[in-house]
Structures are given as C-alpha cells and as structure tokens.
C-alpha cells in the first residue's frame, strides 16, 4: 500500500561559476512524494521511505511517520484524488495565512514611517531651541 503528498519544490539555478543561486523568477514544480505502508494499527498507519543507499541487502526505513486512519487533515493520503485535494486546501490556507501577514507588515511599516518622521521633527526642535 502507497501513500501520496503533493509539495511544491523551487529548485535552485546555477550562475556561470556553476555556484548555486535564487532563481531570477518563481518556477514552482508541484511533485507527488509517494511513502510506503510500514505498519498497520488499529488507529492508523506508519508510513516512510527507505534507504537507496548501498548495501542494498540490508535497506532501512530513514524516516517514518505515523498518520491517522480517521482524521480529517494528514501528513499523506492513500490515493492522489485525496493528496492533491489536500494540498489544494493547504496551499489556499497558506496563502491566507501570507496575505494577513503581508498587510501586518505594510501596516507595521507606515507606523514606522510616521514614527521616524515625528522623531525627526522632535530633534529638528531640540537643536533649533538650542540656538
């Protein structure tokens, strides 16, 4: 049995030197990462990857994860219909999540403005009192 997550990944580019550096724009790639059924209980699954690293005799789960056979949100899905809807869901709440987080931050900033023009103005008084 297989589970699925979609992710969206950026990948880096590489400039003449061959360093890595930030894309000039976003190029998002949405992937479906794909686990294996480790162990089933009563309440729900362990779910991980292996290890492709030699010696391939004796291969070894590198990361597990225990998700819910009855919860509404979780980590990965039997079929790809429920991940990719789930990741539809994540995506939209994250954005909203940005958004509230990007005008906190325009608004934050304004004040700041504001703030550093009053502070300029109190010392622009200081010295010219002081003459």
Same mark, same amino acid.
């Given at each position: 049995?297989?589970?699925?997550?979609?992710?969206t990944?950026?990948?880096a580019?590489?400039d003449?030197d061959?360093d890595?550096?930030?894309?000039?724009?976003p190029?998002?790639?949405? +992937?479906?990462?794909?686990?294996?059924?480790? @162990?089933?209980?009563?309440?729900?699954y !362990?779910i991980?990857f292996?290890?492709y690293?030699?010696?391939?005799?004796? /291969? @070894?789960?590198? !990361?597990?994860k !225990?998700?819910s056979k009855?919860?509404?949100?979780?980590?990965?899905?039997?079929?790809? +219909?429920?991940?990719l809807?789930?990741?539809i @869901?994540?995506?939209?709440?994250?954005?909203k999540?940005?958004e /509230?987080?990007l005008e906190?931050?325009?608004g934050?900033?304004?004040?700041? @403005?504001i703030?550093e023009i009053?502070?300029?103005?109190?010392?622009k008084?200081?010295s010219q009192?002081?003459?």
């Amino acid at each position: 049995m297989k589970f699925y997550r979609y992710e969206t990944v950026q990948y880096a580019e590489h400039d003449f030197d061959g360093d890595f550096m930030r894309p000039s724009f976003p190029n998002p790639t949405l +992937e479906c990462r794909e686990y294996v059924l480790i @162990k089933e209980t009563p309440k729900g699954y !362990w779910i991980g990857f292996y290890s492709y690293k030699p010696p391939y005799d004796n /291969w @070894k789960y590198i !990361w597990k994860k !225990w998700v819910s056979k009855t919860s509404k949100k979780r980590f990965a899905y039997p079929s790809r +219909e429920e991940a990719l809807n789930n990741y539809i @869901k994540r995506t939209e709440r994250r954005i909203k999540i940005l958004e /509230w987080n990007l005008e906190l931050c325009k608004g934050g900033l304004e004040k700041a @403005k504001i703030k550093e023009i009053q502070i300029q103005n109190e010392y622009k008084l200081k010295s010219q009192n002081e003459i």
